[in-house]
């Protein structure tokens, strides 16, 4: 786990394969994601890095229901009772009636290439092949405003699955953009910002049209799924995503 600070009171944190984002409020928190299921005790570290105990998080929010993404909440869930809540289109996933993630032989088949070998045994370690249901959780409306920590508001981008969420915090001009737009990732060499590698989405088709979405929006830093945090106008960031 290493934790990044974005702003006062925005972390972008690096977990074993993926992000999560935590955004304080005095003493409470906003969690974003939560990596794969054995980045519960780096969840639980990056909390107390900023002096806090899991107990402080007010609510999860949840960009897509892939593994890498929600892992970990079952376990927080199970420390501590606090709402989830994801896009609306991304509650049959999270209730486990549809998947739209690559299958371990989507990921096998590519095994031939040394960087997906290597990522293919860290990820099974962290869990990957846990499937995760959350059925509990709550549907965001697209454009509702939330009232917890760092005032997020929910901002439908569909494309790397059906309801994925990107959430903007407050006027920060911050962005949580989840898999809908990267800027790395263990697989490809290229840094910067761009799509995740086609065979992970639901529908590869339909990812410029969660650019598109995200194009909609006023932002200047992007805090991505895979990558390092990303600082210019997002419609740069979309732009070099879109070659
Ligand atoms: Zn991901």
Not at 87 to 110: F, K, N, Y
Not at 155 to 160: E, L, Q, S, Y
Not at 180 to 205: C, E, K, M, N, Y
Request: glycine content about 10%; some cysteine; proline content about 6%.
């Amino acid at each position: 786990m290493k934790l990044h600070q974005v702003m006062t009171n925005v972390f972008l944190v690096e977990g074993i394969a993926s992000n999560w984002v935590l955004v304080r409020d005095g003493r409470d928190l906003t969690l974003i994601d939560a990596g794969y299921p054995k980045d519960i005790d780096g969840l639980v570290a990056s909390v107390a890095q900023l002096g806090h105990r899991i107990e402080d998080i007010r609510g999860v929010l949840i960009t897509h229901a892939h593994v890498d993404h929600i892992g970990a909440i079952p376990a927080l869930l199970a420390r501590h009772a606090v709402p989830t809540y994801a896009g609306e289109h991304e509650l049959p996933m999270l209730e486990g009636e549809r998947h739209e993630q690559a299958t371990t032989w989507d990921v096998i088949s590519r095994c031939w290439r040394p960087r997906v070998a290597k990522w293919a045994v860290t990820i099974a370690r962290a869990g990957a092949r846990t499937s995760i249901q959350l059925p509990e959780t709550r549907a965001l409306q697209a454009d509702s405003r939330l009232d917890l920590p760092g005032a997020p508001r929910a901002a439908a981008c569909p494309g790397h699955t059906s309801g994925h969420t990107a959430y903007l915090l407050g006027e920060t001009g911050i962005v949580v953009t989840g898999d809908a737009l990267i800027t790395g990732h263990s697989i490809v060499a290229r840094t910067g910002p761009q799509l995740v590698p086609a065979f992970f989405s639901h529908a590869p088709a339909q990812m410029n049209a969660g650019l598109d979405a995200l194009a909609r929006l006023d932002a200047d830093t992007v805090l991505p799924g895979h990558g390092p945090v990303w600082r210019g106008p997002l419609t740069t960031a979309i732009e070099q995503a879109r070659n």
